[in-house]
């Protein structure tokens, strides 16, 4: 099968269905067109958060959790930490990083209780919950040889879910 990124007209689509349809779509395909997918989201509700985000997962019946991780001093070395939204003026700053599991469920409540003492308790966590910024990228490609194997025609069609811009198919 071959991955299609069709691009969108003018009205063409309601943005709630481009959202959730590419959400559904980088559910099946993996982390980086999920994540694309959910920076759509955020386009969309620019005043929601990642418990916003989570509450929806779970309506819409999708199998990715969000789950509100420490950010470590080892984690802070490299990136720094935001909201992927709309700050609000007395919001508190983000003091987890968010992660997505696509495990099967008994598998995500251990993940989870890994930083949490239960889903309630990741739940309340989300609402400080940010996306990783990273701080110097040479830093982490010498880590990761393999982020310097994701060519700038994947990255631009990764922008381009992120601004709900084209459907993510299957061809």
Known sequence: MVLIFQE???NEWDFNQIVWHNLKMGEALGCAFFSAAVLGW???????NFQDLESYLRAED????????????DVKKNYSLTYPYKMKEDAIPPTYHVRFSCLPMIDVMEEMSWY???????????KVTGSLMI???EII????PELLKIDSKEITQLRKISLNQ?????G
């Open 8 to 10: 969108l007209q003018d």
């Open 116 to 126: 949490s003492k239960n889903y309630e308790d990741n739940f309340k966590k989300l």
């Open 141 to 144: 490609t010498n880590n990761d």
């Open 135 to 137: 701080k110097n990228i």
């Open 62 to 73: 999708f199998q990715t959790y969000v789950i509100a991780t420490p950010f470590t001093k």
């Open 42 to 48: 955020f386009k969309l509700y620019p005043d929601r």
């Open 166 to 170: 084209v459907l993510v198919c299957f």
